[in-house]
């Protein structure tokens, strides 16, 4: 399994961008699709979006649609997911996940986590 580390988190204002990466390791990378996932106080996990091992196909949640784009360099093990137009509703901690299937990526389905970076998006 790959182990994952989320980085570039920060606080923000509402309309600035932020770009967060994931580093991975002990694992060989581009087997996997990566995705991000995040989780506001008092809610549950939602899925933001995923890309598959390539780079070539990609999926977004509607709510950042256009305002978010995932991608991925195999060459340094790293993702990133750069949000631009940040909204108050942004909010939250942003974890990243890997798996050999898109499909079970994109329900969550996952053994290897980040421990999550924290983006806060003031009004």
């Known amino acids: 399994q790959v182990q994952l580390v989320e980085s570039g988190g920060g606080l923000v204002q509402a309309g600035d961008s932020l770009r967060v990466s994931c580093a991975a390791s002990?694992?060989?990378?581009?087997?996997?699709?990566v995705g991000w996932f995040r989780q506001a106080p008092g809610k549950g996990r939602e899925w933001v979006t995923t890309?598959?091992?390539?780079?070539?196909?990609?999926y977004y949640a509607d709510s950042v649609k256009g305002r978010f784009t995932i991608s991925r360099d195999n060459a340094r093990n790293t993702a990133y997911l750069q949000m631009n137009n940040l909204k108050p509703e942004d909010t939250a901690v942003y974890y990243c996940?890997?798996?050999?299937?898109?499909?079970?990526?994109?329900?969550?389905?996952?053994?290897?986590w980040g421990q999550g970076t924290q983006v806060t998006v003031s009004s």
């Open positions: 002990g694992g060989t990378f581009r087997n996997y699709a």
């Open positions: 890309i598959n091992w390539s780079g070539g196909v990609t």
């Open positions: 996940a890997a798996d050999e299937s898109v499909a079970r990526l994109r329900l969550g389905v996952s053994h290897s």
